[in-house]
Every structure is written in structure tokens, then in C-alpha cells.
């Protein structure tokens, strides 16, 4: 007769633990490091026949840069995968200020206005849930690339860092020289409701927008932005929007010549911000971050017209680690499913809000590059080293004479 100073179960358990260990190593391979998240404004990815105030993106021949990405087999597509089915039905709230709230709380948080965060009707959040606060609260880094908002009003040139301030306040107007670095004019426009962390105490350190504020080094201009793509100094996940000409939320004074039509209006704002993408995107690939487990995720703010199916918004992934040859689906995402996927990322919660029910963008991404869950899971060589521990206690006890 022999003893075993260990149930019958641990050995099973062992065996599970091994296996599972292996497993989750194998699932955890190419997860992603470095997150760009590029916004754009105001058009459909696809809408009704019957729409007519705004055109949308799939298909328009005014975007051939974006229709690139997602068509199977163009060598702009090998590592792009994009949502057939992203709604605003799950948020369903205007302007354009609440979308970018939700994307860092998982709510518009009572926000209905595009108002700044300080000054008459400012909208200024105190709550401590939001990505970006527990990015920097667990070591994170994050970083604001927000277009023409520290620069020299002269020429369009980025101030020095130590004078980089918290861009709190919307501004517009034409430079005394230079031009703009994607489109060619001389025209700028920021606007506040398009930055998500100004609007968070703990993100943007209260009405102080000088260079004493010590968050104002998670700020930078976009015209920055390719100067820290080649020193590799990005952060680890970084917000980008363009000025309101290069996002499609406006027309430059004059209209806009793009591959040598000139165009107004409507048509002139999705060239505008194809013309954006087709030189920024590329950018981004050529650097060490995105190569590195990199991922670009190309979003639109609020659909155009109604919230309802019939009405989608434009989610593009871009990655090594994606699926890639413009894979699609038809799972329901929304902007909750943006925040509750940057969450698993970075392995940051608790889930915020609506992001709790939503679902992630795993599926556009090659299995293992995004986490299962918001909390990180136990460490696989803890797993590993428990199973086998467990094996070799067990099998010492089985060989134990009685």
C-alpha cells in the first residue's frame, strides 16, 4: 500500500496548473506595447442612401488613402483590420465634446456641450476614473498630441518643451508666416473639445495653463509628433487629434486640391483628412514603437444624421500584431469598447463605466495581443512554477513506501 501526504486532487491540479501556464504563455505572445489613437470628426463610415448632409467614408473617391486601407489585398491593408459594424447607438450623444469624454470615462458624464473646461460653462470633470489617471497612476506614461496649440504663432514651429503649457483653451486663426505641415495653408484651429485629458483635474492640473503646471509635459503640439517618432520618445499611449481642418470637421478658406482636384466643402473636409492620414499613418509605421508591437487605431467621434444601425462609424486598427489584409466583422463596438481595450492593454482599472459591458477590439487583433482581462492575470512562470512544484512534491510522496 502506498501513502501520499497530498490528495488525490493536487495531482490533478498540478497537471492543470502546468498546462494552463503553458497556455497562457502561448495566448500572451505580441501583446501591445504602444498605443496611437488618431481622431477624426463628424462623417459616417457608412450611411442610408437618403443621407445627404455629409458623405461618408467607405467608398467616397474623395478618401482614396482610408478606401486603401481597407480594401483585401492592397499593400496599404497587410496589417489593417477595421469594425463593419462600430455604432454610436451605444453612446447616441452630440456634439462632439461628450464622445471624447466617454473615451476616457465610459460616459459623457452629464457633458451635453462643447464647452472648454474653464471659463463660462466650463466642463471640467473631478472624478479620479478615467484612463488616462490610471495610466499615470500606475506608471504609465500617456501624451496629448494636439495640433497647433504650443507653437509659434509666427512660423508654425513648436515651442521648446520647457515652455509647453496644458492647452486649456481653444484657439483659431492664420499664421504671420509658415504653413501647415499636412495641407499647406496658413491657417490653424484648436479646439479644446477634441482633447479628452484637458478635461480631468487629474489629467490636466487645474485652470493653469502656463508652463508651471507640472502635467503640461503630457502635452505636446502634433507638429512634435514626428520628432518623437524618430527619437523614440513617444509615450506609451498617445492621443492625437489634428487641427479642425485635418480631423474632417472643417473647410480651409478656399477649398482644398487634393491629387489635383480642387474641392469645397463637404468633400474638401473627407480630403482634408485623408490627406492628413495618408502622410501621419506612415510616420507612425516607420518607427521603433510601432514596430514593436504597435498599434494604430484610427476613430471617428459621433455618427452624422442619427444614431441609429443604419448609421456606422469608421474603426481602424493598424498593427503588426493585427489581423490584417483588411480582416472586418460585424461585432458591435462602440466607443466603450475603445476604452475598455486600452484598459486590457495596459492592465489599468477597474473597468469604467459602460466600458464593463462592452466588447474589446480582440477579435481585429492576432490572438494573444490583446489581455482577456482588465486586471493583468497571475504571471505565467508563477503558474508554471507552482504546477511543477506541485508535480514533483506529489510524484517524491506517491514513490514513498508505507
Known amino acids: 500500500m502506498r501513502s501520499s501526504i497530498l490528495p488525490k486532487w493536487a495531482s490533478a491540479f498540478a497537471a492543470v496548473s502546468f498546462l494552463a501556464s503553458i497556455f497562457v504563455v502561448e495566448a500572451s505572445a505580441d501583446p501591445i506595447k504602444t498605443a496611437f489613437v488618431i481622431a477624426m470628426e463628424n462623417h459616417n463610415w457608412i450611411q442610408p442612401a437618403s443621407e445627404t448632409d455629409v458623405g461618408q467614408i467607405y467608398g467616397s473617391p474623395y478618401a482614396p488613402y482610408i478606401n486603401s486601407l481597407v480594401t483585401p489585398g492592397n499593400v496599404n491593408a497587410a496589417q489593417v483590420s477595421y469594425a463593419s459594424n462600430y455604432q454610436n447607438a451605444g453612446v447616441g450623444i452630440h456634439p462632439s465634446e461628450p464622445n471624447y469624454i466617454w473615451a476616457e470615462a465610459g460616459s459623457n458624464l452629464g457633458v451635453t456641450n462643447d464647452n472648454d473646461p474653464f471659463g463660462p460653462g466650463g466642463t471640467n470633470q473631478t472624478t479620479t476614473q478615467s484612463l488616462s489617471n490610471f495610466l499615470q497612476s500606475t506608471g504609465h506614461s500617456w501624451r496629448s498630441y494636439q495640433e497647433d496649440t504650443d507653437i509659434n504663432l509666427t512660423n508654425n514651429q513648436p515651442l521648446p518643451k520647457n515652455q509647453y503649457t496644458v492647452p486649456l483653451s481653444s484657439q483659431s486663426g492664420t499664421f504671420t508666416s ?22 480631468f483635474s487629474t489629467t490636466n492640473g487645474g485652470d493653469n495653463a502656463t508652463t508651471s503646471n507640472p502635467l503640461a509635459k503630457n502635452y505636446a503640439p502634433l507638429q512634435q509628433l514626428a520628432t518623437d517618432l524618430t527619437n523614440n520618445t513617444v509615450a506609451q499611449y498617445n492621443w492625437i487629434t489634428p487641427d479642425q481642418y485635418n480631423d474632417m470637421h472643417s473647410t480651409l478658406r478656399g477649398g482644398f486640391t487634393y491629387h489635383g482636384q480642387h474641392l469645397t466643402g463637404d468633400a474638401a473636409n473627407i480630403a482634408q483628412g485623408d490627406n492628413f492620414l495618408s502622410i501621419v499613418v506612415p510616420e507612425i509605421e516607420s518607427s521603433q514603437a510601432y514596430k514593436d508591437d504597435g498599434a494604430i487605431i484610427i476613430w471617428w467621434d459621433e455618427t452624422e444624421g442619427a444614431d441609429d444601425a ?30 475598455l481595450t486600452m484598459e486590457k492593454i495596459f492592465g489599468v482599472g477597474p473597468c469604467l463605466r459602460a466600458a464593463c459591458g462592452a466588447n474589446d477590439l480582440s477579435d481585429l487583433f492576432k490572438p494573444g ?30 514513490r514513498r513506501p508505507a
Open 310 to 339: 443604419s448609421h456606422k462609424l469608421g474603426e481602424i486598427v493598424i498593427s503588426p500584431d493585427a489581423r490584417g489584409n483588411a480582416y472586418t466583422n460585424n461585432t458591435l463596438y462602440t466607443h466603450s469598447s475603445d476604452l
Open 178 to 199: 509658415g504653413t501647415n505641415q499636412y495641407n499647406g495653408s496658413n491657417q490653424y484651429n484648436y479646439a479644446a473639445k477634441h482633447n479628452p485629458q484637458v478635461f
Open 369 to 398: 495581443s490583446i489581455p482577456k482581462t482588465v486586471v493583468p492575470e497571475p504571471a505565467p512562470i508563477a503558474m508554471s512554477a507552482l504546477g511543477i512544484g506541485l508535480l514533483v512534491l506529489w510524484r517524491r510522496s506517491y
